[in-house]
């Protein structure tokens, strides 16, 4: 699906610059398209090098584990494929934490272990296991407690009532987190039991 | 409440920073060292995204300069509008799902045309903030670990993203 979304949105724009003279325009937003993809990349070094330290600490002082060991009971039946205690958990769920409390730049390198902890499951590393569809699914409808970032720009505006918009943005990621998960649930039943040796990755780590 | 959890926001971040290490030091961990291999790590997983973002950024970019995607919104409009969905938001629909910045962007502009306690900015920043790039979040997390066939994950993602746009709208009028 990524490769027809890619194809068809330049083949699109294109084809309806070329028939409404915006050639150039187009041509000039491919290249500044792939400065922001790098100029984003750059911005990402320095959060993903502080974050993965800390966390390597977390890593070594056994915190991750005893998260993992603590959370697992309520967010296993989300990820049903991954072995009970693994370190998996401990981040997933400060991926979630991060999310809930909008803080994106700490939410992206969790989010990332998660999944490089997910990857090592993964009988197939160029094919996203159903675990790792749950976590992408959860983190792109994020749900979230405080949009901190729209609040202000409320205030800068001199809103009545900045913080006015909490209520309606929980009830409105509550709609679409559920959404996700229900939908990621019928998706991975509809694929069958995956093309994936998870069971026995199961039982070579619990033995 | 919105208060307690604007607090919590500002110290869950310094808190953990000073948690972590001292919580280590006790388990006798080399804190500094320990930091230092990890954070080795970070680069490499930065760097490796770089080729995926450029792909996609790339066409994102083309679709919104050549007008396509406007055009395709001004087919819909009168649609959206007879179900109390202001043309005005339409855009983000689009918008949100590939480009963060694009959309906060043009979040900002709604609030600052309309006025921050408009239907219009209200939907427009209920949208923004309930909702994440659907398509930066695929490409960083899987870009990050070499995944190449996403499966259904796009799928999902993208029907979260308009079951969050409709219910933004809805939410709105049911409370303002």
Redesign the interface.
Known sequence: MVNWIWLGMILFSVVYAAANGRVQQVTEAAFSGAQTGVTVCIGLISILVFWLGLMRIAEASGLVAKLARAVAPAVRWLFPDVPRDHPAFGYILSNMSANLLGLGNAATPMGIRAMQELQKLNPDPNTATPAMCTLLALNTASITLVPTTLIAIRMNFGSQHPTDIVASTLLATIVSTGAAILADRWYRYRSGPPPLMIPSATETKGG | M?SF??A??AW??PI??VL??L??A??K?P?YE??????K???Q???S??PH????????????????MD?MLGLVRPLFERIGIPGEVLPLGLLR?ISGSGS?AY??DL??TH???SMI??IA????????T?LY??T???G??????????????L???A??FF??A???W???
């Open positions: 919105v959890l604007h919590l926001s869950s971040i953990m920073i972590i290490p919580y280590a006790f388990r961990v804190v320990t930091f230092i291999d990890g954070a790590d970070g680069f997983t930065a760097v995204i770089i973002l450029v792909g996609m950024m790339t066409a994102i970019g083309m679709f919104r300069a050549s007008g396509a055009a799902p906060l979040v900002t609030i600052k006025g921050p306690d900015a209200r920043s209920t949208i923004q903030g309930s909702t994440d659907t979040v695929l960083v997390y899987f990050a670990i070499g995944i190449r066939k996403t499966r259904y994950a796009l799928k999902v993602g029907f979260s993203d079951v969050g219910a933004a809805a939410a709105c049911l409370l303002f």
